[in-house]
């Protein structure tokens, strides 16, 4: 379990990420329709369903209208197939559930038991198309584009009341294609950043080469730094196997080390088989303090012993505030690996700021070895 402090890391990293799967792979997010699995649709909307018919943007903005508020919705094939972009929460028996996901309010997702709409509890809505697809809805406020989610063809999509135009027959190569100018054309000054931030999060979900395509030169380009970050997050979090040696490239040799620290983060999101080697190589070799510290955090939530071999040796680096984040990654291992480790650094250690650090965060862990510890060290003071 991630500590307060390392949780805010977390969030710190994928800030501006638009879905609520921020610090998630697709891979964990599988869920069950009540019914096995099946596709559920839009409830609560005032539905209009149409043919796509010529250029996608001019279609959504036609559909959209030049005053008021609406939403234009449509689907196409997913990266992975049955993952959930909403049915993202298990109950206390550990089965998978669907929720309800509402348009407009991000992150806004709860059991039907949760809705404001009462009496519809098994109301699935109108089905819009069927499973193994992502749902790209497209908010259009007074004729302009201001907000972009996407969510699963399992999901439930609660519209509140809003109009709906659902545009039938979108390829995954047009909607790609429309998603990059929105993208490209925010990083001029023309898009909003919910606008920019879900189109990169829903570019990750389609399946095909021409999303990836996308990020790939996103990530490695010339391109403004926070798009370059956000593109690559989301080869680490949706498209980590097929992206593993452009992330591995980044790690290792883009100059800029912020990317590289990124790319360590969206490695270890992306969880293939050569994440521990590969953060464990960056926790000893890289010349950038804040890349190495960022290594040696990921490497403590991954638990494995190589990888606390590795945090351990990292307590004779140079730097000395390396030093201290890797007493801060054994306090994230589990108390019966980390308790230890943290005592003996405070019993042993040679650096007094070294076991200054070991001394606090044994004391953040509330372990009675750790109490014990604390006791001992102020009755013999």
Not at 173 to 179: G, I, N, V
Not at 243 to 258: E, I, K, M
Not at 283 to 293: G, H, I, K, Q, Y
Not at 312 to 324: E, F, H, I, M, N
Request: proline fraction near 3%.
């Amino acid at each position: 379990m991630l500590s307060k402090y390392a949780r805010v890391a977390v969030a710190s990293l994928v800030l501006g990420i638009s879905l609520a799967v921020s610090a998630t792979t697709p891979q964990q997010q599988v869920g069950q329709g009540r019914e096995g699995g099946e596709p559920r649709g839009v409830k609560h909307a005032d539905l209009e369903q149409r043919a796509l018919s010529g250029d996608l943007g001019a279609t959504i903005g036609d559909a959209g209208g030049s005053a008021g508020v609406a939403w234009v919705g449509y689907s196409v094939p997913a990266v992975h197939d049955g993952g959930s972009m909403c049915c993202h929460w298990r109950d206390d028996e550990g089965s998978d559930r669907c929720g309800v996901c509402r348009l407009g309010r991000r992150g806004a997702y709860s059991d039907d038991e949760g809705s404001d709409h009462v009496g519809d509890d098994h109301d699935d809505g109108v089905l819009l198309d069927e499973d193994g697809r992502v749902r790209v809805f497209v908010r259009v406020e007074d004729g302009k584009i201001s907000r972009i989610q996407s969510f699963s063809s399992r999901c439930v999509i609660d519209a509140g009341g809003a109009r709906v135009a659902w545009l039938r027959e979108v390829s995954g190569a047009a909607s790609a294609e429309w998603l990059a100018t929105i993208v490209e054309d925010r990083f001029g000054g023309e898009r909003s950043d919910k606008a920019v931030e879900g189109a990169l999060s829903a570019l990750a979900m389609h399946d095909g080469t021409a999303a990836l395509s996308l990020l790939e030169e996103w990530a490695t380009g010339r391109h403004p730094r926070k798009l370059r970050e956000q593109a690559i997050f989301w080869l680490g979090a949706a498209r980590g196997a097929e992206s593993w040696t452009t992330l591995v490239q980044l790690v290792t040799d883009a100059p800029d080390r912020a990317i590289r620290a990124r790319a360590v983060f969206a490695s270890y999101v992306a969880k293939q088989p050569g994440t521990v080697d590969l953060l464990i190589g960056v926790a000893r070799n890289d010349d950038a303090t804040s890349v190495r510290r960022s290594a040696l955090m990921w490497l403590a939530q991954l638990a494995g012993e190589r990888a606390i071999e590795a945090i351990q040796a990292a307590l004779d680096d140079p730097d000395t505030d390396v030093k201290r984040h890797a007493v801060f990654a054994l306090s994230q291992l589990p108390a019966d690996r980390g308790v230890p480790l943290l005592i003996a650094i405070v019993r042993e250690n040679p650096n007094p700021e070294v076991r200054k650090q070991a001394l606090f965060w044994l004391g953040q862990t509330g372990d009675e070895r750790a109490l014990e510890l604390i006791e001992e060290l102020l009755v013999g003071a």
